[in-house]
């Protein structure tokens, strides 16, 4: 049976507490040193009354001050510090004063004037209140940095999330448009049964496409499923001028990539390489393990790097020649992608086919889902496949 890990809760996460925590163990031990001190100097059993009395003084005028402190530490710096620098000798002054009054009246036999107690305890809780003030505004402003780091870490995510999803939601409309006036001419023809099987392929694709986060990362047999539905409908439309092979390596199967990862790429082939051709083109796609890289290629057997015609294709991506030349959404969408998902570890390539052709070669690292992670968030199941 798997163990759910067990996920922390932030100390600073709910401040208010969090300061009352602090607050008594601060001056909880502040209290037992001053009790150590007081028993290893020979002071009675009775002095630590005193020693209570001092930290219960200094915990009430601590209060005190981070109530003033927290309308000031959102002020200008200079009212900060300089209102600080006003109050905290006077909160010194008056916890020198209580504490010199409460020993005067422990000694009252004894020789020492109340300004001798007075300067002799005022070093001591001058420490201590400067110390707390220190902590209270250091904590402070380390947890208002926290909070805007969240925040800024929520934007970031959030805007990210915006761009993926405007990436992978860019279907070409003239796919849509395509698909739906085919459908409209087998009406018009009376083909009722390819009509129909184009529409609940059309539906089942568009259905799986809205399903997904537009971050969610699928397994290599899912992505490769919903490929095949995608082809089924675009073979509807060229019949024979499409022809599709995959080369798809078991191992590669629970591999993760990003959903609808490779159907800009094999949407730019038909468009450059089927469609433009009386005699179609062939369209290839292999997944291996390199290492522990995944390896995608998708290659066509349209024209090649050098030819005028694969200029509209290419969008401002290095190839193995080294240079840059101009573009397409297709390739430009899935190198967006990739940019955002992997960052610098991943490969994205343009090249001639080894057989002649155009071929993209995609790497990613092999990444497979955890299995409890897996069972509470399997991808809802296509509805049609492609024949």
Known sequence: MAVLPIQPTPFFANKNQAFWRLQALGWGGAMLLRAMSSIAGGQPW???VLVLIQAVTGFSISLVLSVIYRQLIHRRALVTWGVTGLVLPLAVALYAFIDAWVIGLYRSDSSSGFAQLLIGVFYLDGTLLGAWSALYYAINFYVQIEEQNDQLIRLE????????????????????????????????????EPANAMLTRLSSFLR???????????TVAQEVETL??????????FEERLRTTFHIDEATGPGLLPSLLLQPLVENAIKYAVSPQEAGADITITTQLVGTMLRITVSDSGPGL???????RLSGVTFDGGEQVSTGVGLANTRDRLAQAYGDTHRFEIVDAPEGGFAVIIEIPFERRDPVIASSSEPPRLAAKAG
Do not use: C, W
């Not at 959030?158 to 009406?187: C, D, E, W």
């Not at 050098?306 to 509209?312: E, I, L, M």
């Open 228 to 237: 095949k539905l995608y082809l089924g409908i675009e073979r509807m439309r």
């Open 157 to 192: 995510n959030q805007a990210t999330s915006a761009q993926l999803a405007m990436l992978r939601y860019q279907l070409n409309p003239h796919f849509l448009f395509n698909t739906l006036n085919s459908i409209s001419t087998l009406v018009l023809l009376k083909q009722t």
């Open 208 to 218: 799986y496409t809205l399903a997904n986060e537009p971050s969610a990362r699928v």
């Open 306 to 312: 050098q030819s005028s015609a694969s200029d509209n």
């Open 46 to 48: 009775t002095f630590l």
